[in-house]
């Protein structure tokens, strides 16, 4: 089966008010000019919910606990399971831009946020390397993708439990 293929049935599969695949989607677009990765990443709202409670021991839903306590456990939540690394394998910091719920989906039974982040990469994308795992930890079935924009070049990544780091450079 081909990427586009596979690409196609997971973002089809958002669309179905309950979800059975777990997933989330990213983009990532190599901004050279100011060399950043600026990235937006999709998630299921109950998935995210779900793991903040777990990480934080206490309740955390959109909408009743303060946003920026909601967002300081986001940010958390972030900084441990999408990581990019440099050539010597340093975790790069990763800086937060803000998070919004996605207007379309509110009306469905799985409502969706985007989170927006960058990572300035003074030496450009050689050597790095970036492993999204998030809610791997949650379930077993989580596939996360990534497409990375580099000008007209585009890169479709796949990240599921157990999968390694993945080369940004291709």
């Not at 293929?5 to 050279?32: P, R």
């Not at 303060?66 to 939540?77: G, I, N, S, T, W």
Request: proline residues 1%; aromatic residues 10%; hydrophobic residues 45%.
């Amino acid at each position: 089966m081909t990427w586009r293929a596979i690409i196609f049935l997971l973002w089809a599969a958002m669309g179905v008010q309950a979800h059975s695949l777990h997933q989330s989607t990213a983009e990532a677009d190599w901004n050279a000019e100011a060399q950043k990765l600026e990235v937006s990443l999709t998630v299921f709202v109950n998935d995210l919910e779900l793991a903040l409670m777990r990480q934080s021991e206490r309740e955390m839903r959109v909408g009743k606990t303060a946003k920026e306590v909601f967002d300081a456990q986001a940010r958390l939540y972030l900084s441990k399971c999408f990581v990019v690394t440099d050539a010597t394998g340093q975790r790069i910091k990763i800086e937060w831009i803000g998070c919004e719920l996605d207007a379309s989906t509110q009306k469905f039974a799985e409502p969706t946020m985007t989170w927006f982040f960058e990572i300035t990469l003074p030496l450009g994308l050689k050597g790095v390397s970036v492993w999204n795992g998030v809610f791997c930890d949650l379930f077993a079935d989580e596939v996360n993708l990534l497409l990375l924009r580099k000008g007209s070049e585009k890169i479709q990544m796949l990240f599921q439990k157990g999968t390694a780091a993945q080369n940004l450079k291709s």
